[in-house]
């Protein structure tokens, strides 16, 4: 169109062009434009694929579950979505992770509503499957709240996080760190006493994972 519309000199340079120029279409640079300026606007008003739709619902999940102002009831619902999207993403886990959601998934381990609580842990254990979450998890202080839920938790509660431990145990320091708590171990081996069968399955496992690391 430069050329047609009788300029001579080169649009960028302003340098004046020879008399019979031996011009080369750029395909590649049109084609890059014309995608630019064509496509990518078509793509905004796509729908969107079922991974950006999990992102958005994340974002707004972990939103109500950091809330101090919100209720139990909705930091369930939270939860409960949260355990389904965090079980086989990746890349969820460690948004949820990056948020600062885990200090509020903790919290509600603390709590007296047993469904929170086992909603929060499973949270929790699907968090724990990222290698880079484990050591993050024992330092924010998951431990003590494991050992006094194989104390007084329910059923579930107590094998969830039974499982919990043997996942944070695969990183060697934290057999060290999880063996040395006081009642760790010993609540572990009085889970596999008087347990039902799921706890004493998920504290025979955590038990045979913590003692691979001798001082344990």
């Known amino acids: 169109q430069w050329i047609d519309s009788g300029n001579r000199t080169c649009p960028i340079t302003k ?40 992102h958005s619902q994340s974002q707004a999940l972990i939103s109500t579950l950091v809330s101090r102002s919100s209720s139990n ?3 369930l619902e939270s939860l409960t979505r949260l355990v389904r999207l965090t079980k086989r993403d990746s890349s969820i886990r460690r948004k949820v992770t990056e948020s600062g959601a885990v200090r509020a998934a903790l919290d509600c381990v603390d709590s007296c509503n047993q469904v929170l609580q086992e ?28 050992v006094a839920v194989l104390r007084v938790g329910s059923p579930d509660c107590k094998a969830i996080a039974a499982t919990l431990l043997t996942s944070l145990a695969v990183v060697e320091v934290n057999k060290a760190t999880i063996g040395s708590y006081p009642d760790a171990i010993s609540a572990l081996v009085y889970l596999l006493r008087v347990g039902n069968d799921r706890e004493r399955k998920e504290s025979a496992t955590a038990l045979y994972a913590l003692c691979s690391f001798m001082d344990n």
């Not at 011009?23 to 890059?32: C, E, F, Q, T």
């Open 15 to 54: 340098l004046p062009l020879s008399e019979n120029p031996s011009l080369i279409p750029n395909h590649a640079l049109r084609s890059l434009i014309s995608n630019f300026a064509h496509v990518i606007p078509k793509e905004s008003s796509r729908p969107r694929t079922q991974q950006e739709l999990s």
């Open 119 to 146: 909603k929060s842990l499973s949270l929790l254990l699907n968090l724990s499957l990222e290698d880079d979450n484990k050591v993050g998890l024992v330092a924010d202080g998951v431990i003590r709240r494991i």
């Open 73 to 75: 009831a909705s930091k």
